[in-house]
């Protein structure tokens, strides 16, 4: 019984959820997939910095 009951009030409290339009999906879809590539590329470019900087040091 008390699983029903679970059930029901999670149903009614997603009523009052505000769900985002799809304008705004796209958009922050859009702003993580940017972010994330911007820093990959940061860090690739980092990592092949300190690469040759440490074989450069200690040939």
């Known amino acids: ?21 799809r304008a705004e999906t796209l958009r922050f879809t859009a702003a993580v997939i940017g972010i ?12 092949f910095v300190f690469s040759r900087l440490l074989t450069l040091l200690f040939r």
Do not use: F, Q
């Open 36 to 47: 994330s590539l911007a820093t990959s590329a940061l860090l690739g470019v980092s990592d």
């Open 1 to 21: 019984m008390r699983l029903l009951n679970y059930i029901k009030d999670t149903r009614t409290e997603l009523t009052h959820v505000n769900w985002p339009t």
